[in-house]
């Protein structure tokens, strides 16, 4: 069983920057490919970004794209979620995602263990 704990989110304003950080517990965490999603009140949970085990290779929502970065280091169990010149649009409860599959998966159907969430307050 895979225990996931994201970090703090907390207010930022817009244009600022946030890191998120989810720290990965109970399995072998450079098998799992790992996801990060949001969802904003009233809407449903949408993908953000997603990195493949290795590291090598990730993929994001269009929305982010350009803004959001993520990473992982293998050796410390954790996987990494940088916000850049964020929006009010970005509000949201932002949820690490772990899958005990090969490649990026952009769907949640797909994620095997997922952390509480963390909100991201973006204010104008």
């Known amino acids: 069983q895979v225990q996931l704990v994201e970090s703090a989110g907390g207010p930022v304003q817009a244009g600022g920057s946030l890191r998120l950080s989810c720290a990965a517990s109970?399995?072998?965490?450079?098998?799992?490919?790992m996801g990060w999603f949001r969802q904003a009140p009233g809407k449903e949970r949408e993908f953000v970004a997603a990195i493949r085990w290795s590291g090598g290779f990730a993929n994001y929502a269009d929305s982010v794209k350009g803004r959001f970065t993520i990473s992982r280091t293998n050796a410390n169990n954790t996987v990494y979620l940088q916000m850049n010149s964020l929006k009010v649009e970005d509000t949201a409860v932002y949820y690490c995602?772990?899958?005990?599959?090969?490649?990026?998966?952009?769907?949640?159907?797909?994620?095997?263990?997922w952390g509480q969430g963390t909100q991201v307050t973006v204010s104008s």
């Open positions: 109970g399995g072998t965490f450079s098998s799992y490919a």
């Open positions: 995602a772990a899958a005990l599959r090969v490649g990026v998966m952009s769907r949640a159907s797909e994620y095997d263990y």
